[in-house]
Structure formats: structure tokens, C-alpha cells
């Protein structure tokens, strides 16, 4: 009879112990690969975790913005993976459907995804500032504080006049949570691979370091939209550079005055005592007057060789400009044009 009565609880035991391993393991395996993630969307939720934050501000981002349902579940994995010490900052793409497993995973490892920075058409630091660090977690006034610093500056051997050359204009894959130093050094990077030693000599034939070879290249930019002349603008400048000749770039006087809504230049802005009024001095102003793009750097590189010291906007407003080898032939070709000006009423 005793033995019977072992039996059965034995059996039962077994049986209650079945169950509650079932029991289990199956909440585990919900906890672990059950959905957790953006329940009511359809869309990926981008996660920006701040450089040193903790778990406490991931999970409750997490959660108040609706990318988990159940918290609890995800805590419970976050912890057994060591994920709650272990936080990295970053950007992250959390996929609608996802298990808390491979949630957890992914934050832990840092798998973020990159982050497009873009810049062009820059002619100040504060807008290159402003531009560059739009898409990243490195606010403006850190970058530009940087851009500011002349001590700093002379690590990358430029100076404040110059740093601008450092950057090329481009698109560039980089990760959010870039600081502000780790931008400087991916641009010089950047700035290495693009001078290859090819470039390098093509600079070296004309005369120019690279930094002038940037100066030059932002004035040629400055001054017309149609690439397929480029290159023989920097001609003129060239030829101006190698004769002496003071650039007379307007662009410059632009630059000078620091008003970039001036369409026509006059006698108030070449008047201007600045280093960068190419009117009143000759030789290349201290640095780039905005940031030249590959192709206008590429148009100084692979200038045109020519006898061109002059040339002017045409007067159809078409954006391409008429040269010209004599000062006469410039000032019929400057009358025409000074001509439609008027007429445009563009003062």
C-alpha cells in the first residue's frame, strides 16, 4: 500500500515537474524569440544611444516610444547577456518583429549603422560647422570650436586661414556618435588619399603647394557653374600668377566684404584693405575663399594652357564668359556685359 502510494506521487511529481519544465521553457523561449518590437508599425525605428548613457535611458526610450512591448521580458534578457553593463552609445536600426534576443545582441555588439555627412557649397567654417554635424550626435559649436582652434589646427599642419582645405567636399559614410576629433581625422584621411602623388607632382609643375592649389581651385569655383570651362579660368590665373599680374578675382572682393548677397562688384568693395582684395594685391590671398569641390581642384590640376589673361561673364547671362588675350579686346567683351547689366537693372 505504501509503495503504491510512492508510486503515485512519484508519478505526479514527475508529471507536476514535466509540466513546469514545459512551462518554462516555453516562457523562456518566449522571452528569448518571441516578437518584441514595433508591434503597431511597419517602419524601422532608428535608436540614437548619447555617448555615456546607461541602460535605465535605453530601456525607457525603448519602451515610452513604443520599439518594445513588453519591457520586462527585455530586461530579463538584457541582463542575463550582460547587456545592462554594457551599453554602447550609437545609431541603430530596429527592424519592426524583432526577438529580444537578437535585440539585445545587436545593441551589445555596437552594430550601428552609418550615417551620411554631406557638405558642399561652404564658404565659412560656421557653415561647414553647421552642415557636417547636421546627421551626427557632435553638436555644431563643438566642431566649429575645433575649426577655431589655431593650436589644434597646426597638428594637421594647417592654419586658420587654410583649414578649409582639409576638407573635400563630399559624401561620406561615417558613424553617429563620431566626436568631434574623430571627424578631423577621418577629413585627413580623406585629404591624404585625394592628394596622390600623381596630384601631387601635377601641383608641383605649376608651382603651387596643395594649399594653394585649394586657394586657386575656390576662386575658379567661385567664378562660374559650367565645369567644362573650369579649367580654363585656372588657365588665366595661371598665366596672371606667373606675369605678376594681381588675379583682380571679384569673388575675393566678395569674400572680403563678407556679404555674399553682392551680384556686382564696385569701387566700394575694391577699396576694401584686405589680404584677400586681389585687386589691391597681387599673388594668391592667405586661403581658400570656400571649400572647392573635386572638380574645380581637378580643373587647377589639369588647367589649360593658353594665352588667355582675360575674361568676362557673357552677356547672354548663359554662365559661360568670353576671354581674351589683350586688355582691349577685354574691354569690349566687359562693355557688352556691363551693358546687359544695366539694362537687367543689376547694380
Not at 558613424?175 to 592628394?195: C, V
Not at 582675360?310 to 547672354?316: I, L, R, S, V
Request: charge should be neutral; hydrophobic fraction near 40%.
Amino acid at each position: 500500500m505504501q509503495l503504491e502510494k510512492r508510486k503515485k506521487f512519484m508519478l505526479v511529481f514527475l508529471i507536476a515537474g514535466s509540466v513546469l519544465t514545459i512551462s518554462l521553457s516555453f516562457y523562456f523561449y518566449q522571452v528569448f524569440f518571441s516578437p518584441n518590437t514595433l508591434w503597431e508599425s511597419k517602419e524601422a525605428y532608428f535608436l540614437e544611444i548619447p555617448t555615456g548613457a546607461v541602460y535605465s535611458q535605453v530601456a525607457n526610450q525603448l519602451y515610452d516610444e513604443k520599439v518594445i512591448n513588453e519591457a520586462l521580458s527585455f530586461s530579463f534578457v538584457a541582463k542575463i547577456l550582460g547587456y545592462q553593463e554594457a551599453v554602447k552609445s550609437g545609431l541603430y536600426r530596429i527592424e519592426p518583429n524583432m526577438n529580444n534576443l537578437d535585440l539585445v545582441r545587436m545593441l551589445r555588439a555596437g552594430r550601428q549603422v552609418p550615417v551620411q555627412g554631406t557638405f558642399n557649397a561652404i564658404r565659412t567654417k560656421e557653415e561647414l560647422a553647421k552642415k557636417f554635424t547636421a546627421n551626427l550626435e557632435v553638436s555644431e559649436a563643438q566642431f566649429l570650436a575645433l575649426l577655431q582652434d589655431s593650436v589644434y589646427i597646426r597638428g594637421f599642419e594647417f592654419e586658420e586661414e587654410t583649414i578649409l582645405s582639409l576638407f573635400i567636399p563630399n559624401t561620406y559614410e561615417l558613424w553617429w556618435n563620431t566626436s568631434a576629433t574623430g571627424l578631423f581625422d577621418r577629413m585627413h584621411e580623406e585629404y591624404q588619399k585625394f592628394w596622390t602623388e600623381e596630384r601631387k607632382q601635377k601641383a608641383a609643375a605649376l608651382g603651387l603647394s596643395q594649399k594653394e592649389i585649394s586657394t586657386l581651385a575656390s576662386i575658379v569655383q567661385a567664378e562660374s557653374q559650367k565645369s567644362d570651362e573650369l579649367p580654363r579660368i585656372a588657365g588665366v590665373y595661371l598665366n596672371r600668377l606667373r606675369t605678376g599680374m594681381p588675379l583682380q578675382a571679384d569673388p575675393t572682393l566678395v569674400f572680403a566684404a563678407g556679404d555674399f548677397t553682392i551680384k556686382r562688384v564696385t569701387a566700394k568693395q575694391m577699396a576694401i584693405d584686405s589680404p584677400y582684395n586681389t585687386y589691391k594685391y597681387t599673388g594668391l590671398p592667405p586661403g581658400p575663399i570656400n571649400l572647392p569641390d573635386i572638380n574645380s581642384l581637378n580643373a587647377v590640376l589639369n588647367a589649360e594652357t593658353h594665352d588667355y589673361l582675360y575674361f568676362c561673364a557673357k552677356e547672354d547671362f548663359s554662365g559661360y564668359h568670353s576671354f581674351a588675350v589683350s586688355y582691349n579686346e577685354h574691354l569690349n567683351n566687359a562693355r557688352r556685359y556691363q551693358k546687359a547689366l544695366n539694362t537687367a537693372n543689376i547694380y
